[in-house]
């Protein structure tokens, strides 16, 4: 049987827990991406998350971001590295402990926002994530933007990947997410959003704005918890997958070859 993981980034924003949301996620989803404290989130917050995640069988990674909590981690930052090192450093290792005392070890790390997406092309930004990861939590895989150049400096640093695309944000032709400054960025449509995912899934290509489309090989599929409607989108993708005979399950891990 086909496989393919769902990821969701979690723990960033209370009022998505207090209202049910990130859990009618979590009875979707087969991976999360715990926010580390930086660009979003609390200890307590994550503790939450985790505890929930862990109940569900679902399967625990960190997500850390640009110490930015004013801008979400949405924004470039300019930062030195060895600063951006030590505050990554500090992010994995407060989710590591948090986890740690559920009795889970974290199994991937994947950046957020505007270090995912300046870290898929900018190799010293890459290479700052994969120290990192590599020291904090050895044997950990990394989750990136599926054919980004960074998927080689992970793959030097000798960690596994998964390659990952996206069923609620746009593409541009040359593999890139369309910038959230336009309207159209994120798809809201439980419909579109599942014929993205089956798209990426069974035909290895993704949807771009302009309607054409770039080829795509991804392991794991992500939905942001933010998107407006998030929960009803994971459950028409989650769908309209199984239609298809995918099994939702967490990606197994692979050397960065793609």
């Known amino acids: 049987m086909l496989s393919i993981d769902l990821n969701c980034d979690m723990a960033e924003l209370p009022e998505l827990a207090a209202s049910g949301v990130q859990d009618a996620l979590l009875d979707t989803v087969s991976s999360v991406n715990v926010a580390c404290g930086a660009h979003a989130g609390d200890p307590e917050l994550i503790l939450q ?5 862990v109940a569900r069988g679902v399967a625990v990674g960190a997500h850390p971001g640009f110490p930015d909590r ?3 981690g949405r924004e470039p930052m300019a930062i030195e590295a060895a600063v951006l090192l030590e ?30 997406n300046l870290a898929a092309r900018d190799c010293g ?5 994969a120290q990192a990861a590599r020291e904090v939590l050895p044997g950990v895989a990394v989750i990136t933007l599926a054919g980004a150049p960074c998927l080689r400096i992970f793959g030097q640093a000798g960690l596994a990947v998964i390659p990952e695309a996206f069923a609620d944000r746009r593409y541009e032709a040359d593999g890139s997410l369309r910038h ?13 959003a599942a014929e993205q995912a089956l ?25 942001h918890s933010d998107t407006p409607g998030a ?8 769908s309209a ?18």
């Open 49 to 53: 998350t985790i505890r929930s995640a």
């Open 70 to 72: 004013e801008n979400f």
């Open 87 to 116: 505050s990554l450093r500090g992010q994995l290792r407060l989710v590591a402990e948090i986890a740690d005392s559920c009795a889970v070890a974290l199994r991937h790390v994947k950046p957020h926002g505007a270090l995912y």
């Open 125 to 129: 930004l890459a290479a700052t994530i």
């Open 180 to 192: 959230r400054r336009y309207p159209d960025a994120l798809i809201t449509s439980p419909r579109e």
């Open 199 to 223: 798209s990426i899934a069974r035909d290895g290509l993704a949807i771009t704005a302009s309607g054409e489309t770039v080829p795509i090989v991804a392991d794991t599929l992500c939905l």
């Open 231 to 238: 929960p009803a989108l994971a459950a028409a993708v989650r």
């Open 241 to 258: 997958l199984e239609a298809e005979g995918f099994r939702i399950a967490p990606a197994t891990t692979s050397p960065a070859t793609r």
